[in-house]
């Protein structure tokens, strides 16, 4: 031994050995191949297998699949006895055998192939069979299954002519229905052959599904009929309340929301009383003195003024001049000329109003008529209350607003 190292001590060696046989115990069985067993068919098929230990009442699902005429199929750890279980999905058969512990090889040929499932469907009319039993027979041969809601399944069965009758609780007494024959082919279009079975008499109250299945659903439809109406109730009062709201909220914020719905190109009407043509709202220009405080409503909802308006250049017969007046004022305009507009002092036609831009809007009298244009303004021209686009010639009598402050269009001079 080198220098420096020691040997562990007794205790030590103990502990490790412990370990190292449990590790040993639960690990290495695992290392162990896995039980199987030989399949070996009469020729290659596509086939889900498995090895149980019950026998099922219907074909069962997630087996271990292959597509070949032999294969290994996976025995479960510990069983001793049980089923080999072979499903061919395309045909709807199975072909079944007894398993036991130290039988490696099991051998399908075509007599033990079998009809994966058979269903009896029992009514009343319209009305499914709560309970009941069901018997297939075929010569000494009988087979029994019960029957729940209606339907009885039979798995496994052989092929060949086959006798079905179905035994109930009748009102007074026990009843057998008349037997009912059906032949079972191992080639056949239906994978799972269905065979209904109408019962002559009535049975037994609380036997029938429509009773014990159909007359509780009946009382749940009255409860849920009433929870509907409660639900659409709280719904509705809900809604009504999220409406409300909505509207308050609205109101609260109306001239910033059409402002807003207005810049998107909505027509939103005007709501307002107080001041010029029709009430119009319109926001404080960018360019005022109090342009830091809430904006106004945008411009009215009505469309640009194209209809009626002769195109600049239609001739018309030469008048000696215009006027414009309203709200204590009037202005003069000579023919041949162009007006500024503004609530600028330096315009020519001065506007003393906050709602009108510091350069607003262009007259201009020519000998073919008076014509108006927007220059870019805040809260934009109207005539008659409908917003100009481009330059728009004014007849007489029109109303010409300028954001809300609102003139009369007259024909003549006039003295200011």
Same mark, same amino acid.
């Given at each position: 031994?080198?220098?420096?190292?020691?040997?562990?001590?007794?205790?030590?060696?103990?502990?490790?050995?412990?370990?190292?046989?449990?590790?040993?115990?639960?690990?290495?069985?695992?290392?162990?191949?896995?039980?199987?067993?030989?399949?070996?068919?009469?020729?290659?098929?596509?086939?889900?297998?498995?090895?149980?230990?019950?026998?099922?009442?219907?074909?069962?699902?997630?087996?271990?699949?292959?597509?070949?005429?032999?294969?290994?199929?996976?025995?479960?750890?510990?069983?001793?006895?049980?089923?080999?279980?072979?499903?061919?999905?395309?045909?709807?058969?199975?072909?079944?055998?007894?398993?036991?512990?130290?039988?490696?090889?099991?051998?399908?040929?075509?007599?033990?192939?079998?009809?994966?499932?058979?269903?009896?469907?029992?009514?009343?009319?319209?009305?499914?069979?709560?309970?009941?039993?069901?018997?297939?027979?075929?010569?000494?041969?009988?087979?029994?299954?019960?029957?729940?809601?209606?339907?009885?399944?039979?798995?496994?069965?052989?092929?060949?002519?086959?006798?079905?009758?179905?035994?109930?609780?009748?009102?007074?007494?026990?009843?057998?229905?008349?037997?009912?024959?059906?032949?079972?082919?191992?080639?056949?279009?239906?994978?799972?052959?269905?065979? &209904?079975?109408?019962?002559?008499?009535?049975?037994?109250?609380?036997?029938? #599904?429509?009773?014990?299945?159909?007359?509780?659903?009946?009382?749940?439809?009255?409860?849920?009929?009433?929870?509907?109406?409660?639900?659409?109730?709280?719904?509705?009062?809900?809604?009504?309340?999220?409406?409300?709201?909505?509207?308050?909220?609205?109101?609260?914020?109306?001239?910033?929301?059409?402002?807003?719905?207005?810049?998107?190109?909505? #027509?939103?009407?005007?709501?307002?009383?107080?001041?010029?043509?029709?009430?119009?709202?319109?926001?404080?220009?960018?360019?005022?003195?109090?342009?830091?405080?809430?904006?106004?409503?945008?411009?009215?909802?009505?469309?640009?003024?194209?209809?009626?308006?002769?195109?600049?250049?239609?001739?018309?017969?030469?008048?000696?001049?215009?006027?414009?007046?309203?709200?204590?004022?009037?202005?003069?305009?000579?023919?041949?000329?162009?007006?500024?507009?503004?609530?600028?002092?330096?315009?020519?036609?001065?506007? #003393?109003?906050?709602?009108?831009?510091?350069?607003?809007?262009?007259?201009? &009298?020519?000998?073919?008529?008076?014509?108006?244009?927007?220059?870019? #303004?805040?809260?934009?021209?109207?005539?008659?209350?409908?917003?100009?686009?481009?330059?728009?010639?004014?007849?007489?009598?029109?109303?010409?607003?300028?954001?809300?402050?609102?003139?009369?269009?007259?024909?003549?001079?006039?003295?200011?």
């Amino acid at each position: 031994m080198k220098k420096g190292m020691t040997m562990p001590s007794s205790g030590t060696m103990r502990i490790f050995r412990a370990a190292l046989s449990l590790v040993v115990c639960c690990f290495v069985p695992t290392l162990a191949s896995a039980a199987t067993v030989r399949i070996q068919l009469d020729q290659e098929r596509h086939i889900v297998g498995w090895v149980r230990a019950d026998l099922p009442e219907r074909i069962p699902t997630a087996g271990a699949e292959y597509t070949a005429k032999q294969f290994d199929l996976p025995v479960p750890q510990d069983l001793k006895q049980g089923w080999v279980i072979l499903h061919e999905p395309e045909t709807g058969n199975v072909a079944i055998a007894p398993y036991s512990e130290g039988t490696s090889t099991y051998r399908f040929g075509q007599a033990d192939w079998r009809i994966g499932e058979l269903k009896l469907v029992v009514k009343f009319g319209d009305v499914p069979l709560g309970s009941g039993e069901a018997e297939l027979v075929q010569e000494d041969v009988k087979r029994r299954a019960e029957v729940k809601n209606g339907e009885a399944v039979f798995f496994a069965v052989p092929a060949g002519k086959w006798t079905a009758r179905v035994r109930y609780e009748g009102k007074e007494k026990e009843i057998e229905t008349a037997p009912v024959t059906i032949d079972l082919s191992l080639d056949r279009s239906e994978k799972s052959p269905t065979l &209904a079975i109408g019962l002559v008499d009535p049975p037994k109250d609380g036997q029938s #599904s429509a009773q014990s299945d159909a007359g509780a659903p009946a009382k749940e439809n009255a409860t849920s009929g009433w929870a509907n109406w409660i639900v659409w109730l709280v719904a509705v009062v809900v809604g009504g309340a999220a409406l409300a709201g909505m509207y308050y909220l609205l109101k609260s914020n109306e001239e910033r929301v059409a402002l807003g719905m207005r810049k998107l190109g909505v #027509s939103v009407p005007s709501g307002s009383s107080d001041g010029g043509i029709g009430g119009t709202d319109l926001q404080q220009p960018e360019d005022g003195p109090t342009a830091t405080g809430e904006p106004f409503s945008a411009q009215p909802s009505v469309a640009p003024i194209t209809e009626g308006v002769a195109p600049v250049g239609a001739a018309e017969k030469a008048v000696e001049g215009w006027s414009l007046s309203g709200e204590g004022v009037t202005f003069s305009i000579e023919p041949e000329r162009e007006y500024t507009v503004g609530r600028d002092p330096e315009c020519d036609l001065a506007l #003393s109003d906050a709602t009108v831009s510091r350069k607003h809007a262009a007259l201009r &009298a020519r000998t073919d008529g008076l014509f108006v244009e927007d220059v870019g #303004s805040t809260n934009g021209t109207f005539v008659n209350g409908r917003p100009i686009e481009g330059e728009v010639r004014l007849q007489e009598g029109d109303q010409l607003q300028f954001g809300k402050f609102a003139l009369r269009v007259n024909r003549g001079g006039a003295s200011s």
